[in-house]
């Protein structure tokens, strides 16, 4: 199998000190081009520019490589989302509507990472071992469904944490068939972000959290 990585360089300050985070960069390239389990440890050491030895040095095999992106990715997915959510300011609803596209924004921006995180079993909110950013991820969700389901009777309040499982089912359907580079080919009537945002909506509506004239638009 031959992996090129053409369009890639490694970095010219590469040096010893930073041998992990080369190996994390050639990583992503590889699972871009070939999938997350379509190269070996030994090619990402290739596209590296270094001995076949070298990745040994941070990862037992090619498995702790793709955790160790999954990690690296679910650190800047919860960044990206705490800063959209920003503590429900405008308003809940505004700012649950930020966090969608925020979801959106990252799975296009970073196929790879987005691949390795939900593809290995690390999905937050499930049974079993995650990883804490991760974790922070699905906080943050947790915290937009709680606030926009506050107003709603406490006897008549969904369980926060199913609603959310309901919220990220949606964002990563919607993600994986059509957010990502190379969906292309589906075509739908209207933006990936417009296609989360009335799927949202309708289930909010449902749910009794939001009412008909909020249920029309987002605008705060």
Known sequence: MNHSGRGWRRPSSY???NLKEVLLEAAR????????FGFSLTEAA??????????????????????????????RFAARLDAAWNNGVPTPLSAFVNLGRAYLAFAREEPASYTVMFGAGLAPGTEGETIPAAERSFDIL??????????????????IKLVSLHIWTMAHGVASLFAQEGRASRKVPMSPE??????LLIYLKGLGVLSDEEGGGTES
């Open 15 to 17: 040096h010893h000190g």
């Open 142 to 159: 947790q915290q937009a469904a709680a606030a926009l389901c506050r107003h709603l009777p406490e006897d008549k309040r969904p369980p």
């Open 194 to 199: 417009d296609v989360l945002e009335s799927g």
């Open 46 to 75: 290739r596209l590296a520019g270094v001995s076949p030895a070298a990745p040994y040095r941070h990862f037992k095999d090619r498995d702790a490589l793709l955790a160790e992106v999954a990690r690296h990715g679910f650190e």
């Open 29 to 36: 390239k590889l699972i871009e081009e070939h999938g997350a």
